[in-house]
């Protein structure tokens, strides 16, 4: 095993309260009264890039994705919707991907009403290795399904 993939799965050792957001109540809660989202992709590695994983596909996708569930999508609202890919590849061996889909909001600091920031209050993630010739298939058939789960975590505390 690569020394490169011992961060990932380190990753996945972490209990669950270690980690900011996921997908039980409370954090579906959060997901209550959304009128609007927008929807941003992290950088992602130019080596994902030169195999065909780019921003404007991925995004292209999310957006139909996420329309099609009756998810309104605006690009001015202050919530937005991010994908973040983290990858990690052995010598030309298959890649390892870390795919993660969270809902980000402002929020004030209780101690401090002035203070004003943004953080992430809902998460999917998922964990996937793909050889290169198929890398940019199985991101977007990935970037799918994160975007359903977005879409069922939604549609469950906002009914029609």
Do not use: H
Not at 40 to 49: A, K, M, W
Not at 79 to 108: D, H, K, W
Not at 117 to 132: F, R
């Amino acid at each position: 095993m690569s020394w490169r993939l011992l961060p990932l799965f380190a990753l996945l050792l972490l209990p669950p309260a270690t980690r900011a957001a996921g997908d039980a109540p409370l954090d579906r809660a959060t997901l209550r009264g959304l009128k609007g989202i927008g929807v941003v992709i992290d950088v992602l590695d130019p080596e994902l890039e030169k195999l065909g994983v780019t921003r404007d596909a991925l995004i292209t996708r999310l957006l139909a994705r996420l329309q099609g569930s009756r998810i309104r999508i605006d690009p001015g609202a202050t919530e937005f919707a991010g994908l973040r890919i983290t990858a990690v590849r052995g010598n030309r061996g298959p890649f390892a991907l870390s795919m993660a889909f969270g809902l980000y909001q402002p929020v004030l600091v209780s101690r401090d009403p002035d203070l004003r920031t943004s953080t992430q209050t809902w998460e999917v993630e998922t964990v996937l290795m793909a050889d290169p010739k198929v890398l940019a298939a199985a991101c977007a058939e990935t970037a799918d399904e994160l975007a359903d789960r977005f879409a069922a975590a939604y549609r469950s505390v906002n009914p029609e």
